[in-house]
Each structure stands twice: as C-alpha cells, then as structure tokens.
C-alpha cells in the first residue's frame, strides 16, 4: 500500500519546483512558507495539502502534471501526456511491437544496472520510472492501432 500523503507532498514538492518557487509563488498567490507546508513532511503539516485551484495554475505552468498524475497513479489509472516528438511516425503495430521490445531491453539493461550493488539509488529509480512512462506511451500507442485494424 502506497503512503498516500508523502507520495502525493512528493509530487506536490516536484511541482513547485518545476515551476520554481518565486513563479509558484506569484501565480498562486501563496508565500513561500504557505507552498513549504503543502509538502512538508512534519507532523504538524500532515493533513495539509495545496488546493486545487493551486495545482491547476501551477500544473498549467509546469512541464509535466506532477499532481495530477500521482492522483491517477494512486487510482491505478494511466494517463497520456505525450509532449515527446518523434524523429519518425509509428507504422503501425509491427513497429509498435519492435519499439516496445527495444524500450523494454532499455528498462531491464537499466534495472540490472541499478541493482548491480544491491540498492537502487534515486537517481537509478528516476531513470527507470522515466523508461516506464516510455513503454505505457508505447503500448497506449499500440492499443490505439489495433483498435484502428479492428475497425
């Protein structure tokens, strides 16, 4: 079972440094302690967390939806946000399947890397989680033109 509250002050942490504090600051309207707190890990924060109006301006800002992402995480829901371009189009599921196999080969060269003595740090944990997110773009991408094949 997944810490709700830390995994989700830890997202919220990734955000507000994402934006940067100053600019999460003057969009939100918040001070620098107020945004501290949201992701805080003392006791006496633990039942505090950012608003959602707060998020949505902050995320609307951000490279990635930081929040919004941990939530569906969180409801074992995945979501598409796919920024990425590509040097070439996906020609369907043949291509689909190689570039699946290739990305998979990637995260498991990553993971015995990681692994190697016996712990995995967080920086290895951030490039492995990096090589997941590629591998469910790619089978999003395949369900896609096999539901098109099925049409």
């Known amino acids: 079972m997944v810490d709700h509250t830390g995994y ?5 942490e990734a955000l507000v440094k994402d934006v940067g504090l100053e600019a999460s600051c003057a969009l ?26 707060s998020v949505a301006v902050l995320e609307a800002a951000a490279r990635y939806p ?11 829901i995945t979501l598409s946000y796919d920024q990425e371009r590509r040097n070439s189009e996906s020609r369907g599921v043949n291509q689909d399947v190689i570039t699946l196999s290739q990305r998979f080969a990637q995260l498991m060269a990553e993971y015995n890397q990681s692994i190697d003595d016996g712990v995995i740090s967080v920086n290895e944990a951030k490039r492995m989680l990096r090589e997941t997110a590629a ?13 098109d094949e099925t049409i």
């Not at 930081?66 to 074992?76: C, F, K, N, Y």
């Not at 591998?135 to 539901?147: D, G, R, S, V, Y």
Request: net charge positive.
């Open 135 to 147: 591998l469910q773009q790619i089978l999003l991408e395949m369900k896609l033109h096999l539901e």
């Open 8 to 12: 989700l002050k830890k997202h919220t």
């Open 28 to 53: 939100t309207g918040k001070s620098k302690a107020t945004l501290g707190r949201y992701y805080s890990d003392a006791t006496e924060h633990a039942d505090r967390f950012m608003p959602v109006d």
């Open 66 to 76: 930081h929040v919004t992402s941990a939530l569906a995480e969180l409801r074992g």
